[in-house]
């Protein structure tokens, strides 16, 4: 029997014209580019999936909010109605509009870590490591073993490891440690999910040590839909329960609304302390702008408070991980391993298995995102020892624990046409996968190179 997933719950009014490139045409335009999907222009590309950050399509009544947008400096309508709905959902006292999310982490975390040496969470994302490390502290990931193995099922493979957490609590002592971070989904562990009962044994845990428990928020809502899925006592509840029950007790939460909020900008933070919120807005002027508006146009803001609601919908979400399912099963049949069971915003194809003949410092997953830019126009990118770089010490080559080819699906976006042509891509590289070969780097800066930095296919 064949499966169900779940269609789109909308139509579609507005369409964006997508060229189709030629196979010739494709190969000039990613030599052109030096062989990196970052540097090719975006009306190149027929699929996209470079990322899902802030790529999403707009509903008609978000649209119809952008017109109804108010562009006061300070108390503009649109600040009450996100603080209202914020409140709502989260269940904070203290919200602060910020432009993304790693504009909450430059104001909200230095706060959190003055005077502190650590911040653990289950993982850091990249902007959030960076925002500790400027903070003058080190960042510790703390993830289960079970996220290591791609193709071992395990419910929640976003989880703390609890033990090594406390573990690392013990030996670096509790005064060192500014923050406990949790990042639901855990993004750089392939958009995994982590349970609530997780979340509450790791709040319980800082907060025995007497440290600040913070959420990184970013895709908060899917990650309450693997909960309703999977954790036995939430089957029953709804989105808005297992938000709740998630945020509960957390001192505080940093947010990128582009995602789960469905806006292509802005961010939010959340806090419990009257004290930590009055420092927040003191930082918040600085850095990005007045209160009410935090570095936001009042049409982005009003499209932010609708997109909050239309996140937490359950018919969208169920639609929205049924992508990701649908994309996983055609993989699954075609043999394609990726990281399993497939996350919330991003199927990560396991290049090192896909083409076990690349090594590491050939970028075997880099070779399989220009491989889908010439079979089809797909812009997918490496989250692997490509990305990783070299030592800072000796300049060597880093080999990364994955090798992961990340395909990104924006919200809303993309038909299930568009994903068969994703899946069918695949398999025919698969066909011809020992022919493929791998890239050498020709030019880069000394730090984040898989941006700007320049390949040239070996053999
Ligand atoms: C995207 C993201 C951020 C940073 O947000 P921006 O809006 O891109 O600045 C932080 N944490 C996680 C988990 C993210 O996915």
């Known amino acids: 029997m064949k499966p169900i997933y779940y269609p789109e719950p909308f139509r579609i009014k507005s369409v964006e014209p997508l060229k189709m490139l030629t196979r010739a045409e494709r190969e000039r335009k990613i030599a052109e580019a030096g062989y990196n999907v970052f540097s090719l222009a975006s009306r190149d590309v027929y699929i996209d999936l470079l990322t899902d950050s802030g790529t999403g399509a707009m509903s008609s009544d978000q649209w119809a909010g952008v017109m109804l947008g108010d562009e006061s400096y300070a108390g503009a309508d649109c600040y009450y109605k996100v603080q209202e709905n914020a409140k709502e959902i989260f269940g904070f006292d203290y919200i602060q509009l910020v432009h993304q999310g790693r504009a909450a982490e430059k104001v909200l975390l230095p706060i959190l870590l003055e005077g502190k040496k650590y911040a653990i969470a289950n993982m850091h994302f990249d902007t959030t490591r960076a925002h500790v490390e400027l903070a003058g502290a080190r960042a510790i990931d703390c993830t289960v073993k079970e996220a290591l193995d791609t193709t071992k099922y395990y419910p929640f493979k976003g989880n703390m490891d609890t033990d090594r957490l406390e573990e690392h609590i013990k030996e670096l002592g509790a005064e060192n440690i500014g923050v406990i971070i949790m990042t639901i989904t855990n993004n750089s562990a392939g958009g995994q999910p982590v349970s609530v009962a997780n979340i509450r044994k790791t709040r319980d845990i800082a907060h025995k040590y007497g440290i600040k428990f913070m959420i990184d928020a970013a895709r908060y809502a899917e ?28 001192d505080c939460f940093t947010m990128s609304a582009k995602k789960d909020a469905i806006v292509n900008m802005g961010g939010l933070i959340g806090c419990r302390d009257k004290a930590v919120f009055e420092l927040v807005k003191q930082r918040c002027i600085s850095f990005e702008g007045f209160i009410t508006y935090g570095g936001m146009s009042g049409r982005d803001i009003e499209a932010l408070a609708r997109g909050l609601k239309e996140g937490i919908d359950e018919h969208y979400l169920r639609y929205r991980i049924g992508q990701m399912e649908y994309l996983a099963a055609r993989l699954d049949e075609a043999g394609i391993a990726y990281q399993s069971p497939v996350g919330g ?115």
């Open 345 to 459: 915003h991003a199927v990560f194809v396991d290049a090192k298995k896909l083409l076990p003949h690349i090594p590491y410092y050939e970028f075997p997953a880099q070779a399989l995102a220009i491989e889908l830019y010439l079979e089809a126009g797909i812009r997918a990118c490496d989250i692997g020892s490509y990305m990783l770089g070299n030592d800072p010490d000796t300049g060597k080559q880093l080999e990364a624990d994955f090798e992961f080819t990340r395909l990104a699906i924006p919200r809303r976006v993309y038909t299930q046409s568009h994903l068969d042509v994703i899946a069918d891509a695949l398999i025919n590289i698969k066909e011809r996968a020992s022919s493929i070969k791998g890239y050498k780097i020709v030019e880069e800066p000394p730090i984040l190179r898989h941006f700007t930095a320049k390949l040239k296919p070996l053999g």
């Open 223 to 250: 990650n309450s839909y693997f909960v309703k899925q999977r954790e036995e006592e939430f089957k029953n509840s709804t989105i808005e329960e297992i938000v709740k029950a998630s945020f509960e007790g957390a």
